[in-house]
């Protein structure tokens, strides 16, 4: 139960698009399409913002997307905003029917 | 409004239990499966464990096997995490966390946590 991998932290000025990778293996991302992503503001719970790979949970802007590819997943942030900065985190249902977390991305808007 | 509510956190010596409760509201309890989810101090997300909608069906991470129990009342609408022979490296905020829906595994309500610190 090896935690999937993000890089540490990722910026961008306001408007741009950033992506968030995430990579796991064959028993967790690659295994089905329940790759997730939660945002969490420092103090705060986590917010789910993409299920299954690629849907968004009602109210969650469009400015959000998730792909996968492999064993390897992604989070798009576009027309970046100040209110995007925050810590992402990518979770994944597993063949053991566990649940596997990313290592988490700092995300700044410079 | 779906709400989630945990209690049950504090001070415990290493070694020693708790018992953490998740009081749930705005939906029907009994159909969704439900986990809990720690974060250490600065740390990241860590699932511990989750509970099929009936009881009947349990599953935890690797470091708590063994420590920790899951479990549910339905007729409460309350979750339980009893955690026994806890450490230092327990120290967290431990989220109760409900299914989006009843066919995806993503998480997409949560409590706003309780603190558990494990220390002499």
């Known amino acids: 139960q090896s935690a999937l991998t993000q890089p540490a932290s990722v910026s961008g000025s306001p408007g741009q698009s950033i992506t968030i990778s995430c990579t796991g293996t064959s028993s967790d991302v690659g295994a089905y399409n329940y790759v997730s992503w939660y945002q969490q503001h420092p103090g705060k719970a986590p917010k789910l913002m993409i299920y299954d790979v690629s849907k968004r949970p009602s109210g969650v802007s469009n400015r959000f997307s998730g792909s996968k590819s492999g064993n390897a997943a992604s989070l798009t942030i576009s027309g970046l905003q100040a209110e995007d900065e925050a810590d992402y985190y990518c979770g994944s249902y597993t063949s053991s029917s566990t649940h596997v977390f990313g290592t988490g991305t700092k995300v700044t808007v410079l | 409004e779906v709400q989630l509510v945990e209690s049950g956190g504090g001070l415990v010596q290493p070694g020693g239990s708790l018992r953490l409760s998740c009081a749930a509201s705005g939906f029907t309890f009994s159909s969704y499966w439900m986990h809990w989810v720690r974060q250490a101090p600065g740390k990241g997300l860590v699932w511990v464990s989750r509970?099929?909608?009936?009881?009947?069906?349990?599953s935890y991470a690797d470091s708590v096997k063994g420590r920790f129990t899951i479990s549910r009342d339905n007729a409460k609408n309350t979750l339980y995490l009893q955690m026994n022979s806890l450490r230092a490296e327990d120290t967290a905020v431990y989220y109760c966390a409900r299914q989006l829906s009843t066919e995806t595994p993503g998480l997409g309500y949560w409590g706003q946590g309780t603190l558990v610190t494990v220390s002499s």
């Open positions: 509970i099929n909608s009936d009881g009947g069906s349990t």
